[in-house]
């Protein structure tokens, strides 16, 4: 069961009907002690109807499930549990996906050939409230947003950092180029990827596009 606050337990549920990288998982997560399995689950529904009773934390959802498109499922688990922090974990690296899950309500999107240390790092980032995405797929959001609106709102400052990470710099290259610290990069990324995250909501999204 979810902690109702935050603890040093992070209890993810994991929905995918590959059993054997579901054993994958559990293995990665058997020797970190932070996070604990609460549901392992091989298609939406049952998901869906277990998850009212017992809500994890974190969702690590696949794309391509039995009986719905994961990428589509997000909606229906954000409509529930509007708080709940969900992780597309899939195969593909495609731009539509990437963003249709990010519009949708996804905190991250990460590849199952990522190693185990990426991803549990990648869960403790989304419950500490930062974004599970690396450089590549940031910049792969941010070129679908500008191109359907291009007055995120954004400040000055977060649109330089935004601009840096675009061309795939890291932190550190980035605040050697704006003559800053690290700290300050990682705390501008947080409130971009926040921006970005909370923008690209069906509701977001339709009322940024209403505004044009």
């Not at 058997?30 to 009773?53: F, H, M, N, Q």
């Not at 934390?57 to 719905?68: H, N, R, T």
């Amino acid at each position: 069961m979810k902690n109702t606050e935050k603890s040093d337990i992070i209890y993810v549920s994991i929905i995918e009907d590959n059993e054997i990288y579901i054993e994958t998982l559990k293995d990665m997560f058997s020797d970190e002690p932070t996070i604990r399995i609460s549901g392992v689950y091989y298609d939406c529904l049952s998901a869906l109807k277990d998850i009212e009773t017992n809500l994890p934390d974190i969702v690590l959802l696949d794309v391509e499930l039995p009986d719905k498109s994961g990428v589509d499922f997000i909606r229906d688990l954000k409509l529930r549990h509007p708080r709940l922090e969900i992780i597309i974990l899939t195969v593909f690296e495609d731009d539509k996906l990437i963003f249709d899950a990010v519009k949708n309500g996804a905190t991250g999107y990460l590849l199952k050939n990522y190693d185990g240390s990426r991803i549990v790092e990648s869960i403790q980032n989304v419950y500490a409230g930062l974004a599970a995405i690396n450089s590549r797929t940031a910049r792969k959001i941010i070129d679908f947003i500008h191109k359907d609106n291009p007055a995120v709102d954004l400040t000055h400052r977060e649109r330089q950092v935004l601009d840096q990470i675009r061309e795939g710099k890291s932190n550190k290259e980035i605040s050697e180029a704006l003559n800053v610290s690290v700290d300050d990069i990682r705390f501008h990324c947080k409130k971009i990827y926040r921006k970005l995250m909370v923008k690209n909501k069906i509701e977001a999204i339709l009322k940024m596009k209403n505004n044009k």
